[in-house]
């Protein structure tokens, strides 16, 4: 009977953190998006070729990747989880996808394949944090050598060149005025969005990252929805990596990417909290636009490389200390 009491107590208390958690969610929401429409509208107005058909739609192109992984890697914060493997599996994913598509003359097979990579090595990592007990941070590191080893093992240090047609459309092909990458993004945001919103797994996923011991107690099985967060961030970066592959028609091992660091930038402007149970996909593509009108934007009106580190490593700081007073004021 106490059990019972308990539970029922945890999943009430879970309910009223996650409405909590999201009307707070919901300000930041509103905070960042104005702080990126000033953004927008600056650059706008400086530079003219800043509001190009041409630019807009080559920034979409050109950001589409960070944004796929970015949106994995929410779900896997919002449930506790931390990945800093997603530049390997990127990596990884990319050469398995055209290795197969040059072994077997199935480029079709070989995106697949690369796809399945993604997933795979997803759940590795959430099987190295939930049943080896393994810090998320020491245990994505350590998995990140392993991916790149194995894919420089595959390449043996050379370019796995695909020359079938097929195996470029997804990387490179357009419908209408957007690219087949482009629309890809959007799909795979709006599915995430979806799944945290209007899901049971997502609000597991929000339970399990808002307060672990209270999930447990409610009956939630906390290890497999953790596994599943992390599944989901391999995924998100093994798709970049074949829509990469693709897009360059090859595999290779000795890409210098920094594509965590680049996501967690993102994730962290756009609002939500790296200690999970906080936030929504809306916030983490906030962060992503952020990034990419600060890249392309300061590039069209040649503010110095420099300048642009520096600012971002201001607006870094300053987000994570808001979210560390949010969750203090708040406990």
């Known amino acids: 009977m106490k059990t019972i009491d308990t539970a029922e107590r945890s999943s009430s208390e879970i309910s009223a953190m996650l409405r909590t958690r999201l009307r707070t969610a919901s300000v930041g929401n509103y905070t960042v998006l104005i702080s990126a429409i000033a953004l927008y509208v600056t650059l706008a107005i400086v530079s003219r070729p800043f509001l190009s058909t041409s630019n807009q739609l ?3 192109d050109q950001w589409s990747g960070l944004a796929i992984i970015a949106c994995g890697t929410t779900i896997c914060i919002l449930a506790g989880g931390f990945d800093l493997s997603v530049d390997a599996i990127f990596v990884l994913a990319g050469v398995v996808s055209a290795w197969v598509a040059t072994r077997f003359d199935q480029p079709h097979i070989g995106l697949l394949a690369g796809l399945a990579t993604g997933v795979l090595l997803g759940v590795f990592n959430g099987l190295l944090v939930t049943v080896g007990k393994i810090n998320p941070f020491i245990a994505t590191i350590a998995s990140s050598v392993v991916f790149l080893g194995i894919a420089k093992l595959i390449t043996s240090g050379t370019i796995i060149t695909v020359d079938q047609p097929g195996f470029g459309w997804l990387g490179s ?4 005025p957007f690219t087949v990458t482009s629309l890809v993004f959007i799909a795979f945001a709006l599915v995430s969005g979806v799944l945290l919103a209007r899901t049971t797994i997502g609000r597991r996923v929000y339970a399990v990252g808002g307060n672990y011991e ?3 107690f409610s009956g939630i099985s906390v290890g497999r929805v953790q ?9 998100s970066a093994g798709l970049a990596g074949v829509l990469s592959a693709s897009r360059s028609m ?3 091992s000795d890409l210098r990417v920094a594509l965590a660091f680049q996501v967690i930038t993102a994730v962290v402007i756009g609002g939500v909290s790296v200690f999970g149970g906080q936030g929504t996909i809306v ?9 990419a009108l600060i890249g392309n934007g300061f590039n ?6 420099a300048y642009q580190q520096l600012i971002l490593g201001i607006i870094i700081v300053l987000a994570v200390a808001g979210d560390s007073f949010s969750r203090k004021s708040r406990s």
């Open 227 to 235: 596994v599943f967060a992390y599944a989901v961030s391999g995924f």
């Open 214 to 216: 209270a999930a447990r």
């Open 283 to 291: 916030q983490a593509l906030i962060g992503v636009l952020i990034l």
């Open 58 to 60: 080559n920034l979409l």
């Open 250 to 252: 090859s595999g290779q």
């Open 300 to 305: 069209l009106i040649n503010v110095d490389p």
């Open 173 to 176: 092909g357009k419908i209408g």
